[in-house]
């Protein structure tokens, strides 16, 4: 059953707020602005080293066979990254011969779900009223209810979870490939889960009946009860009465791991191991991919790689900046938001004012940022910034021809 309250925050109280968070927007303006900056820098950087490396990247033709010749040289290979270890889950003792082996723990509890809704008052001002709704599923820890809202909900997970369990991993240190040996930042690169059957051992099956017994599940401490607190699952293992009724504090847990594969890697040669390449310009090259792939193509994809995160930032750092001016000029539309319709147009021009300047903003701090690494980018997108300014400035000039004539006509009439 859902529960409400209402907020309801007066006029001069606004304002309030409204002045209090102009410096604050000042400072999102500004924060906005350094993001574009550092990252038009960032790209241009990114570009450069990827451009110096391939440049100087030689194939390492046979992982089998060293060769010293390469020893401090940019290369690219393909091989099968192997190892000999078998990793190990502490607690549950399941084990594999893998490159990285992990357990993820999940619990059922009850969890709060909180929505707003803002509404006009009659004579100006808003009401926010403020549900919270609560409902069961399964979550990464487990959820302390007695911070919920509602009163009536703070004792719904008070059973807590089954077993203080949380997510584990581990990586081999020993990778092989061919003669060479991978270093834990090409390690950490290889992908691949795939789920590993949950064969606990007797042992592992004893202990695990022990926790729960500990715990309170079952009531009875007998060995048998095990067999109903726990199912194994394919590649998981449900602690429960019953995984097609869930009751709350039930966990379930499932493990994965990443197999020894054929991966292709361009990385400096450091004696039998590798290191990343630095660049002229300080940037750091070496990267490893799954399965067989090209030079070119391992280049074209960091390319793509780092085109992906420069739009994200991009968008971030012109959101920050809109979002800056529109809390410095928010006093303006609370000024007369007790008059219901200019209020509303006058909050519709503000905004469209805010998203106008701040994208021109934008484009303009790119454009300068690019007109000393790219003079033809940085000139055009600077024109388009530009162009930006001069719309606005028609559309105002425009806004005040259409209420002069207005004006003439009303007097006329």
């Keep these: 059953m859902p ?223 095990e067999l109903e607190y726990v199912h194994i699952q394919g590649n998981g293992i449900y602690l429960g009465a019953s995984p097609a009724v869930p009751q709350v504090g039930d966990m379930r847990v499932t493990f994965r791991t990443i197999k020894p594969a054929h991966v292709s890697i361009i990385a400096r040669v450091n004696g039998d191991t590798f290191e990343p390449f630095r660049a002229a310009g300080g940037k750091s090259i070496g990267m490893l991919s799954m399965g067989t792939l090209s030079m070119d193509n391992m280049y074209g994809a960091a390319r793509e790689g780092g085109s992906f995160s420069t739009w994200a930032l991009r968008f971030l750092g012109g959101f920050l900046i809109v979002a800056g001016l529109g809390m410095t000029l928010a006093p303006l539309s609370l000024a007369i938001a007790c008059i219901p319709v200019l209020g509303a147009l006058i909050g519709a021009g503000v905004g469209m004012v805010c998203l106008l300047l701040g994208t021109a903003w934008s484009l303009a701090v790119i454009s300068i940022a690019w007109l000393s690494f790219r003079p033809l980018i940085g000139g055009v997108m600077l024109a388009l910034a530009g162009a930006l300014i001069a719309l606005r400035h028609v559309r105002g000039r425009a806004r005040k021809a259409a209420a002069a004539q207005a004006q003439a006509s009303a007097l006329q009439g």
Excluded: C
């Design 3 to 225: 529960s409400f309250e209402k907020i309801s925050p007066d006029w001069f109280g606004r304002i309030g707020s409204a002045f209090g968070g102009m410096n604050f927007g000042l400072l999102v303006f500004l924060l906005g602005t350094a993001l574009l900056w550092w990252n038009e820098g960032d790209v241009a950087d990114a570009d450069a080293a990827l451009l110096e490396a391939q440049s100087l990247t030689r194939e390492l033709i046979d992982i089998n066979k060293p060769d010293a010749s390469l020893n401090g040289q940019l290369v690219h290979a393909v091989g099968f990254a192997d190892t000999p270890e078998m990793l190990t889950d502490p607690f549950f003792k399941i084990s594999a011969r893998a490159i990285s082996l992990s357990r993820k723990v999940e619990f059922h509890q009850w969890t709060e779900e909180s929505g707003t809704e803002t509404r006009a008052k009659p004579g100006g001002g808003t009401e926010s009223v403020v549900s919270h709704s609560y409902r069961k599923k399964w979550v990464s820890a487990p959820v302390d209810s007695t911070r919920f809202k509602d009163e009536a909900a703070r004792s719904y997970n008070a059973g807590g979870a089954l077993l203080p369990l949380e997510d584990y991993e581990a990586k081999a240190v020993e990778v092989n490939f061919g003669v060479y040996r991978l270093p834990a930042f090409l390690i950490q690169s290889i992908r691949g889960y795939m789920p590993l059957d949950a064969a606990l051992s007797e042992a592992a099956r004893v202990e695990l009946t022990r926790r729960l017994a500990a715990a309170g599940r079952p009531a009875s401490r007998e060995a048998s009860a």
